[in-house]
């Protein structure tokens, strides 16, 4: 795929790049038009697009297992675990915890390739 302006939060092998600015910056210190001139014409690079995603979601029996796991060592042999799920149930509010976590951007499998002539367009 061809670049589209804005080319935003990308990574370029292992680094990461809010914007095409940001990698800019870093590729060829260029803060304006200038800066690229010594760039060959026939420049491009090929970037992995991401997308913002939790950092993890979680629901009741993700949370129990967790818990249970973590605590095994204070439960009795014979203990009733609904009574842990019930506890979760009627005081966690899943939907809300999970819109809360924060978020970050990850890899999507998706390539665009960038041109000199779009490092140009990003200054004008």
Not at 59 to 68: A, F, K, N, V
Not at 100 to 123: M, S
């Amino acid at each position: 795929m061809k670049a589209k302006q804005p080319i935003e939060n990308f990574f370029e092998d292992d680094k990461f790049y809010d914007d095409l600015g940001d990698y800019l910056r870093y590729a060829f210190d260029a803060e304006e038009l200038e800066h690229l001139v010594d760039v060959p014409d026939d420049f491009t690079n090929t970037f992995e697009l991401t997308d913002e995603q939790p950092l993890f979601q979680i629901d009741l029996q993700e949370l129990q297992s967790l818990l249970c796991e973590r605590y095994s060592g204070r439960f009795p042999e014979e203990y009733d675990y609904n009574m842990i799920d019930e506890s979760l149930r009627n005081s966690v509010d899943f939907h809300k915890l999970n819109s809360l976590i924060p978020k970050a951007w990850y890899r999507n499998g998706e390539f665009v390739t960038v041109t000199k002539q779009d490092l140009i367009n990003y200054f004008e």
